[in-house]
């Protein structure tokens, strides 16, 4: 990967990670490595493997074969617990909320502070409860809705508290998964000097998008999947849009690109 | 203003419960509230009530348990077996051990419905359906079909019969410590709430903490009214009713307050979001089953001391009062909501609905359908309700 800050240390390097469901290859032999304070978009067609990709990153699928190091060492990430121990949080595509819970609760999902009384965990309400106000108000200082079920809430309010919850736990690698597909055009906005803020705080950020124009405003560089295959990869300035495009829907890399395994040339 | 005090649910189902006790105290001719009867029902709910705490947690996590009335049945046997058969009669250490291992053995039977469920993937449906047929087999198996009788006398108490009540004098003196703990507890909610900067007024609390207190107070002196045979001294309150006080307290607290509660919910809310933040959702099923286990084992030391004999046939039909409990106080069968002092509420008006019937002498078959019907009703109205929320 020549075009790639080598003389740092990636944050994540992901080499011939594979896995199948029953038959299907979900995603065959990827590699991927993420820098910190760069941004990574990863593009491809529904089915093409990204989340699946991005969801083994997140500890919430195990892989059948292949390598993952963050921060330089190897990791089975094999929970989701795993994952956020190295400091990788996740915006998933879903959400990832519990419906029924409030934002607070949401927020610490998982992850409750509190204190041990027996073989339970005593929950601590009020420091959640705060902590959460504090942090989704980061976001949105409007949000005052921290006790109403999460069902309540608006799209672009839910996806803030998912937001949050990433951000709070001081993710040094953040995966984000279709982000602003529920955000009218003002949140998208702050999402994307949200991304632009974390990038100045060297954080690495493995964008998944369908929207290439976001990509191309926010990514540093690219890579595309293709039928769990990675079709290739480049800086973003190595390829117009119609190039990724045509590497998106037809699998074909142009010179300019690194073509990986599924890409023709 | 009255919302902040008592939900709207609670508030439906309290009015329900003093509808059906007004309804069947006139049907009866002036039966139904009498201390003899009430504590009964009392006694007679415990058993159900204390399974329905643990239904709520099961349920929550879109699950069911459809052996409970079975593993209380087996329970049953095992106590019976040990307490009557194997150990000697006359040893202190009998009744202590036998309903330890009564408590054991539930332990047991839910983990056996548990490890299916959340480590086997199999529909807690089917897996519960087959522990409702193992179950009861295993406790004709205990001792080939015969009963068992009769218990220690000690253990005996446990059945809230005739020495199974505190008598008049403690039943005052647990109520008095009973108000206090829960005085002291609203303070220090207060206090808190004070902090944060949004307290409930303190008219509206001081108004519920007297609603409960009249309530408690009262339900103590009904108790002390129900004299023992041929005296006039009072039972008091019985030791089952303050098993269930226990249990409904602890349930609650976990319910509420420890991130095993809260896990439950999320479950029940949506399984997929709470794998995705690492939530150890098979294991917390896996845990919920064996307490689901030991509460049926404890509803059996209640049922079979109240009985005072082992047979394989108790608890027959039981896990269909106890679902419906839940379900008639407020857990939705969707999963994800619902609370164990409205299940605990919800086996009071199932149980006041069947000793009301008994009372106006309807037959078996009547309350079969009478009870049908409320339970398809009280789901019907919960879709509505939880519709409009």
């Not at chain 1, 493997?49 to 292949?66: E, H, I, P, V």
């Not at chain 1, 109403?148 to 001081?170: K, M, N, W, Y």
């Not at chain 2, 008219?203 to 609603?211: E, N, S, Y």
């Not at chain 2, 108790?223 to 001294?233: F, G, H, K, L, V």
Request: net charge neutral.
């Amino acid at each position: 990967m020549s075009a790639s800050p080598s003389h740092r240390q990636p944050l994540v390097e992901m080499k011939r990670v594979y896995k199948a469901f029953g038959g299907v290859h979900a995603v065959e032999n990827v590699d991927a490595t993420l820098y910190p304070g760069e941004v990574v978009a990863v593009l491809g067609h529904n089915g093409a493997g990204k989340s699946t990709l991005m969801k083994m990153l997140a500890g919430a699928y195990s892989r059948d074969a292949g390598d993952i190091h963050v921060h330089g060492q190897a990791t089975p990430l094999s929970t989701p617990a795993e994952a956020h121990a190295l400091g990788i949080e996740t915006i998933h595509q879903t959400l990832a909320l519990a419906d029924n819970l409030d934002a607070a609760a949401n927020l610490f999902l998982g992850r409750e502070p509190g204190w041990s009384v027996g073989p339970f965990r005593l929950m601590d309400s009020q420091t959640m409860k705060d902590q959460a106000r504090k942090a989704i108000q980061q976001l949105n200082p409007n949000f005052d809705k921290i006790d109403v079920p999460c069902r309540d809430l608006s799209g672009g309010q839910r996806q803030t508290v998912a937001i949050a919850r990433a951000l709070h736990f001081e993710a040094r690698i953040l995966i984000m998964d279709e982000p602003t597909a529920a955000l009218g055009p003002e949140e998208t906005k702050m999402v994307a000097d949200l991304i632009t803020r974390l990038k100045a705080k060297n954080i690495g950020i493995f964008l998944i998008s369908h929207d290439i124009e976001d990509v191309v405003e926010l990514a540093d560089r690219f890579m595309v999947m293709k039928g769990g295959q990675l079709v290739g990869h480049g800086r973003i300035g190595d390829a117009d849009k119609d190039e990724i495009l045509g590497m998106i829907i037809m699998g074909k890399c142009p010179p300019s690109v690194t073509a990986g395994p599924g890409g023709q040339t | 203003m009255f919302k902040s005090i008592l939900s709207a649910r609670m508030l439906s189902l309290l009015s329900l419960l003093v509808l059906i006790a007004v309804v069947f105290h006139v049907l009866s001719g002036g039966l139904f509230l009498t201390p003899r009867n009430l504590y009964n029902l009392v006694v007679q709910t415990s058993v159900v009530a204390v399974m329905a705490t643990g239904m709520t947690l099961v349920i929550i996590t879109r699950n069911i348990d459809l052996s409970v009335g079975s593993a209380l049945g087996l329970v049953g046997m095992v106590i019976a077996l040990f307490q009557i058969e194997l150990f000697p009669a006359e040893a202190a250490w009998n009744w202590p051990l036998s309903a330890a291992i009564g408590i054991a053995c539930g332990a047991l039977i839910g983990a056996w419905n548990g490890a299916w469920i959340a480590f086997g993937g199999i529909p807690s449906f089917v897996v519960t359906l087959g522990g409702l047929l193992i179950f009861r087999g295993l406790a004709f198996e205990t001792a080939q079909g015969r009963t068992l009788a009769p218990f220690q006398e000690t253990y005996q108490v446990f059945g809230g019969g005739l020495n199974g009540a505190l008598g008049e004098a403690v039943s005052w003196w647990v109520l008095v410590v009973v108000l206090a703990l829960y005085a002291a507890g609203e303070f220090f909610i207060h206090r808190r709430q004070i902090r944060i900067g949004h307290a409930l007024p303190l008219i509206l609390r001081a108004l519920r903490m007297a609603m409960v207190a009249i309530l408690a107070i009262g339900f103590v002196f009904v108790m002390n009214a129900y004299d023992r045979p041929r005296t006039d001294i009072g039972r008091g309150v019985p030791i089952p009713a303050l098993i269930l006080l226990v249990t409904v307290l602890v349930m609650e607290f976990i319910a509420r307050f420890t991130t095993f509660g809260r896990y439950a919910y999320a479950i029940g809310g949506d399984v997929d979001a709470a794998r995705l933040v690492g939530i150890p959702t098979r294991k917390t099923v896996f845990w919920i089953y064996v307490l689901m286990g030991v509460l049926a084992a404890v509803a059996a030391v209640i049922a079979t001391a109240r009985l005072n004999a082992g047979t394989s046939s108790t608890g027959e039909l039981l896990e269909l009062s106890v679902i419906a409990a839940a379900v008639i106080g407020g857990v939705s069968l969707l999963g994800g909501r619902g609370t164990v002092s409205g299940a605990v509420i919800g086996a009071v008006i199932i149980q006041s609905l069947d000793s009301g019937m008994v009372l106006v002498g309807a037959s078996s078959s009547v309350r079969m359908i009478a009870i049908g019907v409320i339970l398809t009703l009280a789901v019907y109205i919960d879709k509505r309700l939880s519709k409009e929320a």
